[in-house]
Structure formats: structure tokens, C-alpha cells
């Protein structure tokens, strides 16, 4: 059965890639898109509703910004964040498959680099589990917003080293969001803990009318869940917290034990109060599913205890091509400081040799 994702794939460079990405790993799992939830997108970011002063860009004081403890890598954007629930309305955190939103829930994600405000992402809850996504594109003044194309907009921000930030495909956003048990990304339990980790790759200074999960709970904005406000990984050091908290943010919306990618069996999803990380299970000393083209010879790990040019998974963070490259979509630009974390994670990895390293590390994350 051919994978729908590689289907649905329009041609646009970056979608291609993470399908054919998606094809060499072997899964078969169907992510069917209902074309229906595209139509009637608004065709200005204002009309949205974000902004309750769209001549100033003031955000509408009703709507709750927050920052995830581990924020997704997007090539060193900065980016602010909202979430506007229907007055009454409370977010369901019940079930073990993620949180439920109400009907007409809205998020928006906003991309600026150099200080200029580059795009808005936007989703919005239609009910029955539906969603719709839009990216709008800021003019270059930054006055306006508007609807980006269905295909995405390549070259829409020069990065270094020749390459730009792409405005994704909309196909791109729902590879990625509809991956796993919720679309919602970054708010969820642990990335609103209120124990926020200080080691956490770009970690953001949180906004001063921020929520995290304390505030949600006091609010009365979220019901079935535990009156714990502080989740956190459970690891052996302040590395490995830092470690298991990137990969869960920027790998774990694919790579969970649910979804297109359900069946390699790499789960880097974590579930708060987990006894022992699935990260952790699933890569160290784990062997590859199947070796993509570009991998070196000798590589058969996803991670080699004390050996980060042997693991896999360290190999596929540090590149950048378009055939081996993790995450597959959303960055052009190798994550340094998440690779030289991850590298000093795996170095400790069953290697009494690399605890100095690591101890080196930690002590200055504190």
C-alpha cells in the first residue's frame, strides 16, 4: 500500500523530502487529509482575531501567551506564541491521548528574525477533532500579513551560509502536527511545567504575562488533571534532562509509539511521570530499522553508548542533506548547541571515560 503522505506530497521541495524521508524509513501508517479543511482560511492574519489593535499589532489582551520549556529549533528564530480558548471553555486532559481543545480553539506562532516579524502561524480547532493550519507572511515593512500560498514560500528570510527560511506547505504543517495522538505542539504538561529546565537548548525568557501549567489549573482552564504543576524528565543527570527534552521537542511529534511512524519502534516522545524515558529505551544500543542512504559505513546504532560518530541519530541532527537530515522539515541550519549537548549525553552513555565531560556540562547549566 503506497503511503498516503507520499500521496498527498505536492511538489514542493521540502514536502517531497520528508516523504521520501518517510518512505526509506518502511512506514505504512495512512495520515489521510480532509481537503475541506482548507477552504475558507482567512486571508489576512488580522482577521484572525489576534489582534484586538490590528494599527498597533496589540495583541488582544484575552488571549494567553506561553513559551514551551523546550522550544522547537527553527534556525535561531525568536518566536512568540498565543493561545485563545471560547469564553467557558476548558481544555480536557482526561485521556492518555493527548489533551482534548474545545471547539474554536486558536493558536498562533509568530517567526521573527533580526527583530522583523517574518511569518504567523495559525491554527484553529473546528470541531470533531478537526483543524485547520495557515502560515500568513509579514510584508517587509511589517505592516501586514497575508494568507501564504498553499505550496509554502521558499527563500522567504536569508539565513547563513546561503540557505533561507522556508514558509512551510501547508501539507508540511500537517505532516508534522498530525503525526502524533494531539496536533497541538509545545503546550502540553511538561513543556508548562513550572520546574523549567535551565539546561534546555534556547531557552526562552518567559514572557511576564505568560501561562504555565500552575496558572492553567488555578484558572480553572483545564480539568482531569493531576494537581501537579511540575513535570519533569526523569534522568540520570542535568544532561540527560536537557538531552531527552530536545529530542522530545523536536523529535518526538513524529518519532512516539503512535502515528505514521508508529512502527520503527523509536519513540522520543516523553510522557510526564515516565519511570524511565522512552528516548532512552528506544536509541541506546538500539539497532537502526534501516540505514538511509549517506549514512557511513559501520553505523548501526541510533546511539552508540560512547560514541557519538557511531550513533546514528547524532549523525542525522549534524547534517544537512536534504536525503539524511533530522528533523527532515523546518531547518536548514545545523543546531550546534543541541548536537554538542547530545554528543556529550551519548559520551556518558555506558563510558565512565566521559563522566568529566559531562559533569563539565552540567555544572555550567546550574
Not at 501586514?144 to 528570510?157: K, S
Request: with cysteine; proline share 9%.
Amino acid at each position: 500500500m503506497p503511503n498516503p503522505i507520499i500521496a498527498k506530497a505536492r511538489h514542493f521541495g521540502a514536502t517531497l523530502v520528508v516523504a521520501a524521508a518517510f518512505a526509506a524509513l518502511g512506514s505504512t501508517a495512512a495520515q489521510p487529509v480532509d481537503p475541506a479543511l482548507q477552504l475558507e482560511l482567512p486571508t489576512d492574519l488580522f482577521a484572525t482575531g489576534l489582534y484586538s489593535e490590528p494599527e498597533t499589532l496589540t495583541v488582544d489582551p484575552a488571549h494567553l501567551a506561553f513559551s514551551p520549556q523546550y522550544p522547537l529549533w527553527t534556525d535561531g528564530a525568536i518566536k512568540r506564541r498565543w493561545i485563545s480558548l471560547p469564553p467557558g471553555a476548558t481544555i480536557d486532559a482526561a485521556g492518555s491521548a493527548g489533551w482534548i481543545f474545545p471547539d474554536g480553539t486558536r493558536f498562533w506562532k509568530e517567526f521573527s528574525f533580526d527583530g522583523r516579524p517574518v511569518e504567523t502561524r495559525f491554527m484553529e480547532h473546528q470541531g470533531a477533532g478537526r483543524w485547520t493550519f495557515a502560515a500568513y507572511e509579514w510584508s517587509k515593512d511589517g505592516s501586514t500579513a497575508t494568507l501564504a500560498p498553499e505550496r509554502g514560500r521558499a527563500g522567504a528570510w536569508p539565513l547563513s551560509d546561503g540557505q533561507s527560511h522556508t514558509i512551510p506547505a501547508r501539507t508540511d504543517c500537517r505532516v508534522c502536527h498530525g503525526s502524533g495522538p494531539s496536533p497541538v505542539l509545545g503546550f502540553t504538561a511538561l513543556q508548562l511545567s513550572v520546574d523549567r529546565d535551565p539546561a534546555a537548548p534556547h531557552a526562552e525568557v518567559l514572557p511576564d504575562d505568560a501561562v504555565d501549567l500552575a496558572a492553567l489549573i488555578e484558572r480553572g482552564l483545564i480539568t482531569g488533571l493531576s494537581d501537579d504543576p511540575a513535570p519533569r524528565i526523569a534522568a540520570t543527570s542535568n544532561v540527560e534532562r536537557a538531552a531527552l527534552g530536545y529530542l522530545h521537542a523536536n523529535c518526538g511529534h513524529c518519532h512516539t509509539d503512535s502515528g505514521a511512524l508508529a512502527d520503527l519502534g523509536l519513540d522520543l516522545a516523553y510522557e510526564p511521570h515516565e519511570a524511565t524515558a522512552s528516548a532512552r529505551v528506544t536509541t541506546v544500543g538500539t539497532p537502526l530499522h534501516k540505514a538511509p542512504a549517506g549514512l557511513p559505513e559501520g553505523v548501526v546504532l541510533r546511539v552508540a553508548p560512547g560514541d557519538p560518530d557511531a550513533s546514528a541519530v547524532l549523525l542525522r541532527m549534524g547534517s544537512r542533506n536534504r536525503m539524511l537530515q533530522m528533523p527532515p522539515l523546518g531547518t536548514a541550519i545545523v543546531d550546534d548547541e543541541a548536537v554538542a549537548l547530545l554528543r556529550a549525553w551519548v559520551e556518558a552513555q555506558d563510558n565512565p571515560r566521559a563522566d568529566k565531560h559531562a559533569r563539565i556540562i552540567e555544572g555550567a547549566s546550574k
